[in-house]
């Protein structure tokens, strides 16, 4: 739209990345950026790892972190699509995506500044109706054939995502921004580019390095934030099966890349609020192998297990045979990567804008117990939240 303001790089000074250290996001300051498409061949994950190097933050080793300097290098953001992910991973990719201005892979290095920058005035903001790309019932229809693929033993399990537009007038930035105010956003922040801005309210980590072990934190398994929704999904013995199935592929994940003998569950179907909503997350950890790197790791964990489902591989191919619209920024990686720190949120509950609309995605996870339209009503609340608040002016 002619009215809306071009954003890029420098659009919002003080730096929202998710995992961005809290001592520094005010003075932080772009020092190199590495934007990447398919289009442009090579392995994003090598790409991204070796850029890391070339700018001081070295993860040829994850047993071994560095020092944060809080004279030079802080560190960077590392954004990775959901398409992004499948390719590493060895699979399909998926539909074309509906923000084609937004890169599949974007690191950007931040160095400190000596005082920090001033925060731009927000600007009028409009957002007309969303439009969805799939109906009712052709999400209720798609549900029905992840059920037959899991009846002729395909799948195990398969995670289906929408995708709704909207137009826009006036500046993404401020209203991308909110979305870290939702309760529970443990990744809430933003990253932008020209012609492109992502914002993030995700409560899951993907992956991260905590006190010398890999950490990831599945999500699976929702019901409303009553004292009855809790009950709920305590007991429903379809939610549990769904979300064990996921902590197993975790497990499996990270067994790939950690030292023999140390994947454990520190944490099982604990239940946590986001917004309105209760939701079942567990913890699985391992202490990463000798000689790990970051694109080894991104390999193994990239695309999240809780957004494809199982088997990994074959939950791909069903997922790009009935979404009609790519991912784009939903179900990718976004957060932080510094010397002597890693922290990966996966991009649920995650809205992009390009150059004239909004775009946001939901979903869930489908098993033979799934019900199509609960499924259809899961992924409207999941998606709820967010669309009230990008309305806000």
């Not at 994850?62 to 953001?77: F, K, N, Q, S």
Request: charged share 20%.
């Amino acid at each position: 739209m002619s009215n809306n303001k071009p954003f890029g790089v420098e659009a919002l000074p003080r730096v929202d990345v998710p995992g961005a250290p809290a001592g520094c996001r005010d003075r932080l300051v772009e020092r190199a950026r590495l934007q990447w498409h398919p289009a442009d061949g090579g392995d994003p994950a090598v790409l991204a790892q070796e850029f890391l190097a070339a700018h001081g933050i070295a993860w040829h080793d994850l047993a071994r972190p560095g020092t944060h300097d809080p004279t030079g290098v802080c560190g960077a953001a590392l954004y990775l699509s959901a398409a992004a992910g499948a390719l590493i991973a060895g699979g399909a990719p998926g539909a074309p995506s509906p923000v084609p201005a937004l890169p599949d892979m974007v690191v950007v290095v931040y160095g400190h500044a000596p005082s920090p920058p001033a925060r731009p005035a927000g600007g009028g903001w409009w957002l007309g109706d969303w439009r969805d790309s799939w109906t009712p019932r052709e999400h209720e229809n798609a549900v029905a054939a992840v059920r037959a693929a899991i009846g002729r033993g395909d799948v195990y399990q398969v995670n289906l995502v929408g995708h709704a537009a909207a137009p826009y007038a006036g500046d993404p930035l401020p209203a991308l921004a909110r979305l870290a105010a939702l309760p529970g956003a443990r990744y809430g922040g933003t990253l932008s580019g020209l012609g492109w801005a992502v914002g993030c309210a995700s409560p899951e980590t993907l992956i991260a390095l905590e006190h010398g072990r890999l950490v990831t934190r599945p999500i699976k398994g929702t019901r409303p934030a009553t004292p009855a929704g809790r009950r709920e999904l305590l007991a429903s013995a379809k939610e549990r099966a769904e979300h064990v199935m996921i902590v197993d592929l975790e497990r499996n994940d990270l067994a790939r890349v950690a030292r023999t003998g140390s994947v454990r569950v520190d944490e099982l179907f604990a239940v946590r609020r986001w917004c309105d909503l209760w939701q079942a997350e567990s913890t699985v950890s391992a202490a990463p192998a000798d000689g790990l790197g970051l694109a080894d790791l991104l390999r193994a964990v990239c695309p999240g297990g809780s957004v494809t489902g199982a088997p990994k591989l074959a939950a791909l191919d069903r997922i790009a045979a009935l979404e009609p619209v790519g991912r784009g920024a939903g179900m990718g990686a976004l957060g932080w990567v510094g010397p002597d720190r890693l922290d990966l949120g996966l991009t649920i509950r995650t809205a992009a804008a390009d150059a004239e609309r909004l775009h946001l995605w939901a979903g869930g996870g489908i098993t033979w117990g799934s019900d199509p339209a609960a499924e259809v009503a899961e992924a409207a609340a999941k998606a709820a939240p967010v669309r009230a608040l990008l309305a806000a002016g």
